[in-house]
Structure formats: C-alpha cells, structure tokens
Nanobody, 121 residues
C-alpha cells in the first residue's frame, strides 16, 4: 500500500517561512511527478508547485520567487520551502505524486492527508 505523509505545517507570521515535507512509502516501483496543491476555505484545490522526476519545476504565479519545490529521489520525498509568507497563503496544503506501485504496470495519482498552513499576526 502506497502512502504519502506530510509534515511541517503550522502557524507563522506574515513574512515568515515554513518548510513542508512529504514522504512516499510502501511498495513503490517508481515515482514520476510530485507536487503540492492547496485549498483555502470555500475555494477549489489549486496547484502550487510541481516537480518532475528529472527536477523540472513549475509554479503558480502567486508563489513564484517565494516558494521552492525540491525532491530527494533516494528518500522518495518532496519538499516545499515557503518564504515571505502572506495571509493569502493560508490553506490546507496537499502533497500529490504520480506513482507506479510495485507489481503494477500503471501509474496512479496519490494524495497526502493535508497539512494546515496559517499565516497570521
């Protein structure tokens, strides 16, 4: 069984920083793209940042220059470094990964349970 487990959320003041981590575990053959999405109350879940298996990245316009996504393939882990945080960054952040489980020929989309990020003074 494949799982994504996130950590690193919390409460931070405007202008502060947080680092989110997401580790994939279980019977994994390969991991393709990994990413972070966020969902604010009453709004749709939206892409924040995405990174491919060869480390190509793309970001939502609202976080460019402030957030950095990275991954450690040896640890099956993706990170999101968030700097210069703003109140509008407040949301539940979800990890996402496209994973081929061991013994299967297809890739599947997996989600973490979500971690709350609150930016407030």
């Amino acid at each position: 069984q494949v799982q994504l487990v996130e950590s690193g959320g919390g409460l931070v003041q405007p202008g502060g920083s947080l680092r989110l981590s997401c580790a994939a575990s279980g019977s994994i053959f390969s991991i393709n793209a990994m990413g972070w999405y966020r969902q604010a109350p009453g709004k749709e879940r939206k892409l924040v940042a995405r990174i491919t298996s060869d480390s190509n990245t793309n970001y939502a316009d609202s976080v460019k220059g402030r957030f950095t996504i990275s991954r450690d393939n040896a640890k099956n882990t993706v990170y999101l470094q968030m700097n210069s945080l703003k109140p509008e960054d407040t949301a539940v952040y979800y990890c996402n990964a496209l994973i081929q489980p061991m013994g299967l020929n297809s890739r599947y989309n997996y989600w973490g349970q979500g971690t709350q990020v609150t930016v407030s003074s």
